[in-house]
């Protein structure tokens, strides 16, 4: 009888493990075949109630099936997982002459990249960087930097009032103030920011931008002011440009220039950049009024300043060739892209 049960177990056994197709159920016939209640377990605790002279040869027999089964049960298992790996290795290969995707790479926008350029020429001549509030008050804006209420200088900047008192900075010069508010003499500054005004044509949009600078010191000069202008025209537009001074008025400076620079298009010969004059008009400048240091609280017996504005759509277009301002406002990406 046992005998009888021993062999179905085996052939049951040696059936399953034919069919089997994975180490998961491989194990659960072990734990039925061999386990602390697996079937030859139970066979083997059957032995005592035989006769004495049969329960070693019944004995031997149960070992002989549970030595044969353990080797089937291996072979399958070194079978299953080798298999297993195989799959593995198939899925996750990698076929390394098959074309790579295409990056998508950004670039800076034209006007970053020139406030990034300016910047950095200015950063290097130990200039630190600020920003200013776009939402400015008429006095920033204005009056601290010598435009008083009814000013005639007003007129040319078309501005955007949101109250009587309260505008869109129509210059980054409103940033001089708050930073000689802010900080002692010496110290030189940048800003880099948008301005607004209601103009708005091929060459003007309501929204532009430029770039202030400001340095406050004793024995600050026009030397100084020139100097540094041309090193900084040089740096952008290439060591042969030609840098002319003109003189300006501006309310917050005196005496007030205007810096033109060779056309980097035609280099000075005429061309439709420059209107064929050889020459761009790109920022104004000068010594800072002692009224407007005093305004804000710096002594102007002991300390001068110069300033500078620059134009910074004009100074994209003219780099990057863009005829027309409102393509730098209008985020097409294909007239973006260009200028990887
Ligand atoms: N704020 C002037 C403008 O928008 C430009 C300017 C001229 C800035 C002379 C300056 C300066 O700092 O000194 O037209």
Do not use: W
């Amino acid at each position: 009888m046992i005998i009888d049960e021993l062999k179905k177990i085996k052939d049951d056994a040696v059936g399953e493990l034919e069919k089997v197709e994975n180490l998961k159920d491989i194990n659960e016939i072990k734990v039925r075949v061999f386990g602390k209640s697996g079937l030859l377990t139970a066979l083997s605790k059957g032995i005592k109630e035989l006769p004495i002279d049969q329960r070693p040869l019944v004995g031997a027999k149960i070992n002989d099936v549970r030595i044969f089964l353990q080797e089937k049960i291996s072979e399958k298992e070194f079978f299953l997982e080798k298999q297993e790996l195989e799959n593995k290795l198939a899925n996750e290969k990698i076929d390394i002459t098959e074309p790579g995707k295409d990056v998508i790479v950004g670039a800076l926008h034209p006007i970053n990249d020139v406030i990034d350029k300016l910047t950095d020429i200015c950063v290097s001549m130990g200039f630190s960087v600020v920003e200013g509030p776009e939402i400015e008050s008429d006095y920033y804006n204005f009056e601290a930097m010598n435009i008083p209420k009814n000013h005639p200088s007003r007129d040319m900047q078309d501005t955007f009032f949101i109250t009587d008192e309260i505008l869109l900075r129509s210059q980054t010069s409103a940033v001089q103030a708050r930073e000689m508010e802010k900080r002692k003499p010496p110290f030189k500054i940048v800003c880099p920011g948008k301005t607004y005004r209601n103009d708005s044509d091929a060459t003007h949009s309501p929204i532009f931008n430029q770039l202030e600078g400001l340095v406050v010191d004793e024995n600050v000069s026009m030397a100084d002011l020139k100097s540094m202008l041309t090193i900084l025209m040089k740096r952008l537009f290439g060591e042969d440009t030609a840098i002319r001074f003109r003189p300006s008025f501006f309310p917050f400076t005196e005496p007030s220039i205007e810096v033109d620079v060779s056309c980097p298009n035609c280099h000075g010969k005429g061309c439709s950049t420059c209107k064929g004059t050889g020459m761009l008009e790109l920022l104004g400048a000068g010594i800072v009024n002692p009224k407007v240091l005093e305004m804000s609280g710096i002594n102007s017996k002991k300390y001068k300043g110069f300033a500078f504005g620059f134009g910074l759509d004009r100074t994209a277009m003219i780099l990057d060739s863009i005829n027309n301002i409102k393509n730098l406002y209008r985020n097409d990406i294909r007239f973006l892209s260009q200028f990887k």
